[in-house]
Structures are given as structure tokens and as C-alpha cells.
């Protein structure tokens, strides 16, 4: 049975950092595109970045672009999304989640596997 478990979410002031964690079970880890996603209340889920399956490629949201770095510990089947300059729009449940294929992949329906979710809340 694939897991993905999130950790690492928290309330944190403007300007302030957070570091999420995904740990990954029952799944060729270091075989999937791993991405993160973040969904507002009210609003749609949405693309955070994704890493591809050895490190090389990345890609972000503008958004985050410059604030946000995506990487991974295939050794340990680990995902991290290292978020700095946090705004409170930043505030979102952030999901951890598994794509098959290869590639940029930026839309939540590209992904096969997805974890709970952690609750980041950023205050002004």
C-alpha cells in the first residue's frame, strides 16, 4: 500500500521559514516525479513544484519562484519543500504527491498518489 505522510506544517510569522517533509512507503520512490501542491479554503488545489526523479530537473509556481525549494533524499524516500519569505498567502493544506511519468508535471490529475496533507499557516 503506497503512503505518503507530510510533516513539518505549523503556524509561522511573515517573512519567517518552514521546511515540510513527505515520507514515502510502498512505492519505487526513486522511480516518481514528486511534486507539491496547496489548497486554499474556498479555492482550487494548486501547483507549489515538482522534482524530477534524480534531482536534475525542478519547476516552480511564479509564486514561489525565488522563495520555495523542492528537493529529495532518494536513499531515504524523503521529499522536502524549504519555503522561505512565507506570506500569508502562502496559507494553504500542502500535499505531498506521487506522478508515474516523467517530465514536467504541473496539474494535480498527472499525479497517482497523494499524502493527507499539512496545514501551514502564515500570520501578518
Known amino acids: 500500500q503506497v503512503q505518503l505522510v507530510e510533516s513539518g506544517g505549523g503556524l509561522v510569522q511573515a517573512g519567517g521559514s518552514l521546511r515540510l517533509s513527505c515520507a514515502g512507503s510502498g512505492l519505487a520512490f526513486s522511480t516518481y516525479t514528486m511534486g507539491w501542491f496547496r489548497q486554499a479554503p474556498g479555492k482550487e488545489r494548486e501547483f507549489v513544484a515538482a522534482i524530477g526523479w534524480l534531482s536534475f530537473t525542478t519547476s516552480y509556481a511564479d509564486s514561489v519562484k525565488g522563495r520555495f525549494t523542492i528537493s529529495r533524499d532518494n536513499a531515504k524516500n524523503m521529499l522536502y519543500l524549504q519555503m522561505n519569505s512565507l506570506k500569508p498567502e502562502d496559507t494553504a493544506v500542502y500535499y505531498c504527491?506521487?506522478?508515474?511519468?516523467?517530465?514536467?508535471?504541473?496539474?494535480?490529475?498527472?499525479?497517482?498518489?497523494w499524502g493527507q496533507g499539512t496545514q501551514v499557516t502564515v500570520s501578518s
Open positions: 504527491a506521487a506522478s508515474a511519468v516523467s517530465g514536467k508535471r504541473t496539474t494535480p490529475g498527472e499525479y497517482n498518489y
